[in-house]
């Protein structure tokens, strides 16, 4: 079959379908309804001619020739983002997909430049698509690894082969209970009696006990992997556990959480800009790349 623009759309809407696991999943990141969405799938499969996923109550699961196409539309997209990357090189302009995988909570940091980042580049060149794919600290590294993105912005306790990390700035964190903790209201000469009966939030790789070695009570009744599910655990009353200094200062000023011994439990950790050795050599990469440092330069 020959390929229209049409054909294009359509693959790049039902590539979003699978990585997000369903339709109603795509619906935000693809900023459609379902029945769009269910209708633009549709029409891929006739114009394909094959039945690319079984879709209803028993869930969504991809045909084995939904599989194939799958991996086919990955490809040719790759090959189209690749072909409009190469002419724009040609005519010395910027274009095509700046994709940035990050940890969750920066757009609280203040110290974090990505909004100024995109302005800049988006000032220089109107051919600039960018997917910003928020997620777990591992991810960050498997994406910029996988080139599923240009960059990465997150944390790194061991450096993986292939990458390259480049120091932007370093990240506070301190141990914060809720306001209806028994920690909340106990004085400072009490606090440190009350805390091995305390339970901590077991969270992600870079902010465990080994990382702090602070001897307190991991009991593993609670654990999270991102910020958010951390702070929602602390809200509870039942947990205490380590936030971003900049994230947790919402819930600070509302006088709902308190740090618990700052001067001694805290800890910092460094933010990397990652990048891979071998898939930084477009125009477009190299100035995501130029634009994160400068922005970041003196922090």
Not at 7 to 32: H, M, P, Q, T, Y
Request: net charge neutral.
């Amino acid at each position: 079959m020959q390929i229209h623009d049409v054909d294009l759309k359509l693959l790049r809407i039902f590539v979003a379908i699978v990585k997000c696991g369903g339709l109603s999943a795509a619906e935000s990141r693809l900023n459609i309804g379902r029945s769009t969405i269910s209708s633009h799938l549709s029409d891929l499969e006739v114009r394909l001619g094959v039945t690319l996923c079984k879709r209803g109550r028993s869930g969504f699961e991809l045909t084995e020739s939904g599989r194939t196409t799958y991996q086919a539309s990955l490809e040719l997209l790759s090959q189209c983002e690749a072909f409009a990357a190469t002419i724009a090189s040609a005519k010395q302009e910027l274009a095509g997909r700046a994709t940035i995988a990050i940890i969750d909570t920066m757009v609280s940091d203040p110290r974090c430049r990505v909004g100024q980042v995109i302005a800049s580049l988006k000032s220089r060149s109107r051919h600039i698509q960018f997917d910003i794919n928020v997620c777990e600290a591992r991810e960050v590294e498997t994406s910029v690894v996988n080139g599923r993105s240009l960059v990465g912005i997150g944390v790194s306790r061991h450096q993986l082969r292939g990458l390259d990390y480049h120091p932007l700035h370093s990240e506070t964190n301190y141990l914060y209970c809720a306001a209806t903790h028994p920690l909340f209201d106990a004085p400072a000469g009490k606090i440190q009696s009350l805390l091995p009966q305390a339970e901590i939030v077991t969270s992600n790789y870079m902010r465990d006990k080994e990382s702090r070695n602070d001897d307190l009570n991991y009991q593993n009744t609670a654990s999270a992997y991102h910020d958010e599910g951390i702070a929602h655990l602390i809200l509870s009353g039942k947990f205490i556990g380590y936030l971003p200094e900049h994230y947790a200062s919402h819930w600070v000023d509302k006088g709902l959480f308190r740090a618990i011994l700052p001067q001694k439990y805290s800890y910092q950790i460094p933010l990397m800009l990652i990048t891979s050795k071998h898939n930084t050599a477009t125009p477009l990469a190299e100035a995501l790349i130029d634009e994160i440092k400068r922005w970041h330069q003196g922090d």
